[in-house]
């Protein structure tokens, strides 16, 4: 028998099938069929032509759908829409067979398995991609308002103003508590808000000179969030 011929005979069997690693599509090397009857019907040749077609269909790669916008990176399925949002799309994949869903999920415990049943939103077990709704080069620093103080025509002295700055916030002092300690220490008239007007014309000042001297940014960035459990 040549390597590209196959057997006609009906298998009632397990079909096993070795193929050589350098074969193609187009041309398959051999194909070994074991078999412990031989069933002798009208359309044999042809329902063993089914049989390889079965096979070979089977081993085929998963090729996802056109429609489905993005994939599971773990089971290769469709992501369903999940959430959508005003910033963003949450999308989430719904196979329950998945490697990523099975691994998460047998690393519950008990208590936890059952209250998952209960809530199936109380913990994270599929895999999820977020589709933000802008572009990063969009997005603007946020930066104080422009004063409307200016720190070169105010009436104290650099050193107050270094006081006010330091007690209000290095120390984190109320604006009330610092105005009280220049006025009953250090003997300044000072009103609270002048310390506020002091802290918000000092903030724009080092929000600038901040950009200036900034750093390079990485391009790739990663950021984590944090779940609080109050107790009661």
Not at 48 to 67: D, N
Not at 100 to 108: H, I, Q, S
Not at 111 to 128: I, N
């Amino acid at each position: 028998m040549s390597e590209n011929t196959v057997a006609p005979s009906i298998l009632s069997g397990p079909v096993k099938a070795s193929v050589s690693p350098t074969s193609t599509d187009a041309n398959i090397a051999m194909l070994q069929l074991s078999t412990s009857t031989t069933m002798m019907a009208k359309d044999g040749p042809r329902c063993a032509a089914r049989s390889v077609a079965f096979f070979f269909q089977t081993q085929k790669r998963h090729r996802p759908s056109r429609k489905a916008k993005y994939f599971c990176p773990h089971c290769h399925k469709a992501l369903y829409r999940w959430k959508e949002q005003t910033l963003l799309t949450i999308y989430k994949c719904g196979n329950d067979h998945c490697p990523a869903f099975l691994k998460a999920l047998n690393k519950l415990n008990a208590s936890e398995k059952q209250l998952q049943e209960k809530k199936l939103s109380q913990f994270k077990l599929r895999y999820q991609y977020r589709e933000y709704h802008f572009q990063p080069s969009s997005l603007k620093h946020s930066a104080p308002d422009k004063p409307k103080i200016n720190l070169d025509r105010i009436h104290h002295r650099s050193d107050i103003l270094g006081l006010v700055l330091a007690f209000h916030i290095s120390c984190a002092i109320t604006a009330r508590k610092t105005a009280f300690i220049l006025r009953n220490v250090f003997n300044v008239p000072i009103s609270y808000q002048t310390v506020l007007n002091y802290a918000e014309s000092a903030a724009y000042h080092c929000h600038l000179f901040n950009l200036q001297r900034k750093g390079p940014i990485d391009p790739i960035s990663s950021a984590d969030e944090t779940y609080l459990s109050p107790r009661r």
